[in-house]
């Protein structure tokens, strides 16, 4: 009842106030008070009708608001009029009085958008072109490019996707050939083509906003969201965005995409760029300094991230930034402990207040037990963390798991997974990481056995083909097969560099010492890593080439020098680089 009341008060005041100014004496006579249109009849339909609206007869009260909407053309009665029937459901009602307000109103942009809004949301998409060629026509041109950006927005609920693709584009056609809503005309029919499927036709209009406008964001960004491996001739635009001055924000975009498609050095350029053209952008050094870690850069990586958290605390609170914080000092804590600084690394865990990182640490602390010695006591902790959920359970048993793994107990790790793998349903990641540690204790037909019921189980699980090929090259067994393999792994990641390795490892082995060194460049290139770098180095071996062996095996030993690849190449040939 609150809203009738409230509806009825402001009409009243609206009838009222043009008598509300008090004319001075000498004019006082001459000047008559306009009649209000708020006569009796007409407060009591108004009444009556929104004590419908709100009772048990919400349509009768929609209708005798709409009547009073045309009696008195008033857009406040006929938006109130849509209101009623969005409150009782009523698509086809709502539309009835938003066209009613718009007839009434021609020139009115928000009986306009009602009537779009709700075409749209009934999947009349057909209907919407005019309303939407209205939209564009009623605005300030220099709001009209505003208006473009938002409609794939709009349109993002429609079933048919296509449909509504091509109903927009027509209804865009007059601002597709203007210079100065070119651009966003362009990339609103791109995200459209997107929505549907059609990234050819989304990547071509990208072109073409692109043309329009070289420095334009939204082209680019458009690019972006179309860039996978799969699909790569989106980048091109990207870098040609990247040319000029764009935004660390897009930069930072990029740089994701780039870690997503496991591009590690052309990632970490990026973030290189932004750490030196906006050194106050935290989240770039926070990446960087991840990424580093990753790649066993420890001194550089520490620099990178307590220059995150430097910025991090001096800029405020929040979800996120509490988060980012929580990763820095979980990171900041496995650099101390790779050095034995286990007090350091404590003390960089008890900076963790967000709650949902406190998983996180609990298991760096349980790996920094571990490599004290205490391992019994570094799984009881594990094991002491809540199981709130089902993925709890998970987590937990994959930190045992890892903890395990880490101090080279592969053995109670594969039994501590066989107890979970047996249970219904299969799960393949878990059943993945059995056949790994399985290949740990070299017992090869179990894991041979394990990756195939993960493909059976996961088609498309490209690691357990490239696990178990590249066992076969490693082994010289079944080469052929072992290709194949790889090659099918390839088919679903083919940017990652290590299934590149693989490839070019079982080259090798099929005596191809060519093609093997030039496939194990482009995977070294794209991802420095010392099991690459022990292969490579191998392969210049057997080639003769053994300055440039020793070069990248030295290289290989600065990003890792733990690594057991590498170590035991080194040791089988009798290399002291």
């Known amino acids: 009842m609150a809203a009738g009341v409230l509806l009825l ?75 009623i029937a969005f409150q009782a459901r009523s698509g086809d009602a709502a539309l009835q009085a938003a066209r009613a307000w718009k007839q009434a109103f021609p020139q009115s942009r928000e009986a306009n958008r009602y009537v779009l809004q709700i075409l749209v949301a009934l999947n009349r998409v057909v209907e919407s072109a005019a309303p939407l060629k209205a939209e564009l026509a009623l605005a300030d041109p220099k709001d009209r490019n505003a208006i473009l950006a938002v409609i794939p927005r709009s349109y993002s609920r429609v079933s048919d996707k296509k449909l509504a693709a091509s109903v927009v584009e027509q209804a865009l056609a007059e601002y597709l050939v203007e210079p100065a809503s070119g651009a966003a005309a362009w990339t609103a029919v791109g995200r459209m083509r997107l929505a549907a499927g059609d990234k050819a036709d989304a990547l071509e209009a990208a072109r073409r906003a692109q043309a329009v406008s070289p420095t334009g964001e939204g082209p680019a960004l458009l690019a972006l969201e179309l860039m996978d491996p799969g699909f790569p001739q989106a980048e091109p635009l990207v870098q040609r965005y990247l040319e000029g001055k764009p935004l660390p924000e897009f930069r930072m975009a990029y740089a994701r995409a780039l870690l997503d498609a496991q591009r590690y050095s052309d990632a970490a350029r990026q973030l290189q760029v932004v750490t030196v053209e906006k050194p106050e952008y935290p989240e770039a050094w926070l990446v960087q300094g991840t990424l580093q870690l990753q790649d066993n850069q420890d001194a ?93 359970r998970r987590l937990k048993l994959m930190a045992e798991v890892q903890l395990l793994r880490d101090v080279k107990q592969y053995q109670a790790a594969y039994d501590l997974l066989g107890t979970v793998v047996a249970q219904p349903p299969a799960d393949p990641d878990l059943v993945y990481e059995q056949a790994m540690l399985a290949e740990k204790m070299d017992k090869l037909a179990d894991m041979e056995r394990l990756l195939r019921q993960v493909i059976a189980l996961k088609p498309d699980y490209h690691q357990a083909y490239n696990a178990l090929g590249y066992s076969l090259a490693d082994r010289s067994i079944r080469l052929p097969e072992a290709k194949e ?62 300055d440039r062996a020793q070069s990248v095996w030295k290289e290989g030993l600065l990003l890792n020098a733990e690594n057991e690849g590498l170590l035991e190449t080194l040791k089988r040939l009798r290399v002291k680089p």
């Open 9 to 83: 008060l402001s009409l009243t005041l609206a009838a009222t106030a043009q008598t509300a100014v008090i004319p001075s004496s000498s004019t006082q006579e001459a000047q008559t008070p306009p009649a209000s249109a708020l006569d009796g009849e007409l407060f009591y339909q108004l009444l009556l009708g929104e004590l419908d609206a709100e009772g048990v007869e919400p349509a009768a009260g929609y209708s005798l608001i709409l009547d009073a909407a045309r009696k008195t053309n008033d857009p406040a009665l006929y938006q109130r009029a849509v209101d």
């Open 300 to 392: 550089a990586a520490e620099a990178s991230l307590k220059r995150y958290v430097e910025l991090a605390q001096a800029q405020g609170s929040g979800d996120e930034r509490s988060r980012g914080l929580a990763q820095a000092y979980l990171s900041l804590s496995r650099i101390a402990e790779k050095r034995k600084d286990y007090a350091l690394a404590g003390a960089w865990l008890d900076k963790i207040e967000n709650s949902q990182d406190l998983v996180a640490a609990q298991n760096r602390r349980a790996s920094i037990l571990a490599r004290q010695g205490k391992l019994d006591e570094a799984r009881k902790l594990l094991r002491s963390l809540p199981e709130r959920s089902p993925e709890d």
């Open 485 to 546: 393999l790889i090659q099918k792994a390839l088919t679903y990641a083919p940017t990652d560099p290590f299934i590149t390795d693989s490839l070019g490892w079982v080259e090798f082995r099929l005596g191809n010492k060519a093609e093997a060194a030039r496939i194990l460049e482009t995977a070294y290139k794209s991802r420095p890593d010392a099991d690459i770098a022990a292969h490579l180095g191998e392969v210049y071996w057997s080639l003769g080439q053994h």
